[in-house]
């Protein structure tokens, strides 16, 4: 997967994906209320991410459906982010991450559980 995803196709992905199979329209029915969007907005967003590859859209109706998964774009988004800020190096985007903010016994846990699967 080469194409990135800008804020616009990763809000209407975020619809599709809770939503799949999903009409164009109640995808525009649901960016109109939870984002603010128009119609003419939203068909624009759902074509460039079929151009992209992301979703197809079927008739009738044009259900749309992901192409890719939200945990197949949140590998490639973490990827080009570690790549891009932190050189390369996943050490610096954990150390980042977990610099200023405090942690659950939990969320250590989870995350010491994550790091022993490795």
Known sequence: MKEKLFDSEAKVMEIVWAN??????????IAAETIGWNKNTTYTVIKKLEAKGFIKR???????TPLVSKSQMQKVEADSLVKKVFGGSRKA???????????????????RKLIDKR
Request: charged share 30%; net charge negative; with cysteine.
């Open 93 to 111: 985007l954990f150390s980042a991450l977990l610099e200023d903010e405090p942690l659950t016994e939990e969320e250590i846990n989870d995350l």
């Open 20 to 29: 799949a199979p999903i009409s164009a329209k109640d995808i525009s029915l």
């Open 58 to 64: 079927e008739d009738p109706n044009f259900i749309c």
